[in-house]
């Protein structure tokens, strides 16, 4: 601390101790109790809660301005006198307001306040009006190549609702758990002529107040009849981020859309290294029991018309019951089936250290492996996957009363 510094402090803890001196000598020349200054304080004044002011007794190393300005209206004194040294409480037993004219008129800066927060919302809001007019006219442009966005469309007949969302987290240490699910709210609704798109997803983290934190997005939605799709683009102010959503569309003349698997595009929600992340997202109309849920849970994986299982996950699954024994043994003696390898990358990599210098050669002989891999280019969501999942959440009793 530089001179300058050091005698500023010096100033301002002496001033600071004299206030806190001469304001307890005015407690004791009116008769009140700490409770009591701070009661009438609060309904003549500004509030002040009992510790804080006790605080400045004690310790009175930060007075605010407007306390100090406060505690000479309160008591109807000057300035000058709170801070002296030469302070006598007892002229001050009683507050003449007509020789005291007060500091801080409350009234006028609390409506002045008000007055700045009401313009400021006024301001955000006109221009968060502009900005929805201006994404509105941007999406309109679509309209004319078959981009249907109007929410009056009789294409959104149905489609307008909330939808109950469970997907598996793109946390890779939380997505080894097979049980756990992520889940939120998908809601398209109508907002003056376009179709809002908000998804609000259930982090299951907790903050220090006990509150639940979310993830909020919000967008727009769209239907294109040409390709039958839904689509939703969304984007997280808080985590600057966005989220695209696509499901598979057809005409609804009656009642509201039961269920679907969509394709989403985000981020991994790792806390480092978050990664462009492409998922299966479950869309229901009723929320799903914990077990009806695991259930239809392997829909959500990415997985493709051959399925690929180890022999010993084939023997467990003969083992539930006989008749999928049987299916089981029909299956391993079938000429159609095959010997597979499941190879982690990173133990091909160690091996291929072993043998191989140059990491460029090894990249090279991974990428080989892969071009003889059993994998699909793509991963769509068909419609048979749709009227599964349908179907064995209709055998379980969900939308009996809706079409």
Same mark, same amino acid.
């Given at each position: 601390?530089?001179?300058?510094?050091? &005698?500023? &402090?010096?100033?301002?803890?002496?001033?600071?101790?004299?206030?806190?001196?001469?304001?307890?000598?005015?407690?004791?020349?009116?008769?009140?109790?700490?409770?009591?200054?701070?009661?009438?304080?609060?309904?003549?004044?500004?509030?002040?809660?009992?510790?804080?002011?006790?605080?400045?007794?004690?310790?009175?190393?930060?007075?605010?301005?407007?306390?100090?300005?406060?505690?000479?209206?309160?008591?109807?004194?000057?300035?000058?006198?709170?801070?002296?040294?030469?302070?006598?409480?007892?002229?001050?037993?009683?507050?003449?307001?007509?020789?005291?004219?007060?500091?801080?008129?409350?009234?006028?800066? %609390?409506?002045?306040?008000?007055?700045?927060?009401?313009?400021?919302?006024?301001?955000? =809001?006109?221009?968060?009006?502009?900005?929805?007019?201006?994404?509105?006219?941007?999406?309109?442009?679509?309209?004319?190549?078959? $981009?249907?966005?109007?929410?009056?469309?009789?294409?959104? &007949?149905?489609?307008?609702?909330?939808?109950?969302?469970?997907?598996?987290?793109?946390?890779?240490? =939380?997505?080894?758990?097979?049980? &756990?699910?992520?889940?939120?709210?998908?809601?398209?609704?109508?907002?003056?002529?376009?179709?809002?798109?908000? $998804?609000?997803?259930?982090?299951?983290?907790?903050?220090?107040?006990?509150?639940?934190? !979310?993830?909020?997005?919000?967008?727009?939605?769209?239907?294109?009849?040409?390709?039958?799709?839904?689509?939703?683009?969304?984007?997280?102010?808080?985590?600057?981020?966005?989220? #695209?959503?696509? #499901?598979?569309? #057809? @005409?609804?003349?009656?009642?509201? =859309?039961?269920?679907?698997?969509?394709?989403?595009?985000?981020s991994s929600s790792s806390n480092e290294d978050r990664r462009p992340t492409v998922l299966r997202m479950l869309l229901s109309q009723e929320p799903l029991a914990e077990q009806d849920l695991k259930a239809v849970a392997p829909s959500l994986f990415l997985n493709y018309s051959t399925i690929a299982i180890s022999e010993?996950?084939?023997?467990?699954?003969?083992?539930?019951?006989?008749?999928?024994?049987?299916?089981?043994?029909?299956?391993?003696?079938?000429?159609?089936?095959? @010997?597979?390898?499941? %190879?982690?990358?990173?133990?091909? #990599?160690?091996?291929?250290?072993?043998?191989?210098?140059?990491?460029?050669?090894?990249?090279?002989?991974?990428?080989?492996?892969?071009?003889?891999?059993?994998?699909?280019?793509?991963?769509?969501?068909?419609? @048979?996957?749709?009227?599964?999942?349908?179907?064995? %959440?209709?055998?379980?009793?969900? !939308?009996?009363? @809706?079409?």
């Open positions: 601390m530089d001179e300058v510094d050091k &005698k500023y &402090k010096e100033v301002v803890d002496s001033v600071n101790t004299t206030v806190s001196k001469n304001l307890e000598k005015l407690l004791e020349a009116r008769g009140l109790s700490q409770r009591q200054f701070c009661q009438k304080m609060a309904e003549e004044k500004i509030s002040v809660t009992r510790s804080y002011f006790n605080k400045i007794l004690r310790e009175p190393k930060y007075i605010s301005a407007a306390f100090l300005l406060s505690c000479c209206d309160f008591f109807g004194i000057t300035l000058q006198n709170l801070v002296s040294e030469d302070f006598n409480a007892s002229e001050y037993i009683r507050n003449d307001t007509r020789e005291h004219k007060d500091y801080l008129n409350i009234q006028a800066i %609390l409506k002045n306040c008000r007055d700045k927060a009401k313009d400021a919302s006024e301001e955000r =809001q006109e221009e968060e009006e502009f900005e929805n007019e201006q994404a509105i006219l941007q999406w309109k442009k679509f309209e004319n190549g078959n $981009l249907i966005t109007d929410p009056s469309n009789t294409m959104f &007949k149905g489609y307008l609702q909330n939808y109950y969302c469970y997907f598996y987290p793109t946390d890779s240490a =939380q997505n080894k758990d097979d049980g &756990k699910m992520v889940k939120g709210i998908l809601q398209l609704k109508a907002e003056k002529n376009y179709c809002k798109a908000t $998804l609000k997803i259930d982090t299951n983290i907790v903050d220090e107040f006990g509150n639940t934190n !979310y993830k909020l997005y919000e967008g727009v939605a769209s239907i294109s009849p040409a390709v039958s799709s839904v689509n939703c683009i969304m984007y997280s102010e808080d985590i600057c981020e966005f989220c #695209f959503i696509m #499901f598979r569309f #057809f @005409k609804i003349n009656y009642g509201k =859309q039961n269920c679907r698997i969509a394709e989403a595009l985000s010993e996950k084939l023997k467990e699954i003969g083992k539930v019951s006989e008749d999928y024994n049987n299916i089981i043994n029909e299956i391993t003696g079938s000429s159609n089936s095959c @010997k597979m390898h499941f %190879l982690k990358e990173t133990m091909v #990599f160690n091996m291929a250290e072993k043998y191989i210098k140059k990491k460029e050669d090894i990249y090279s002989f991974l990428m080989l492996l892969r071009s003889e891999s059993y994998a699909y280019r793509y991963n769509k969501v068909s419609k @048979k996957a749709d009227d599964i999942m349908r179907k064995i %959440l209709l055998s379980r009793g969900y !939308y009996k009363n @809706k079409n």
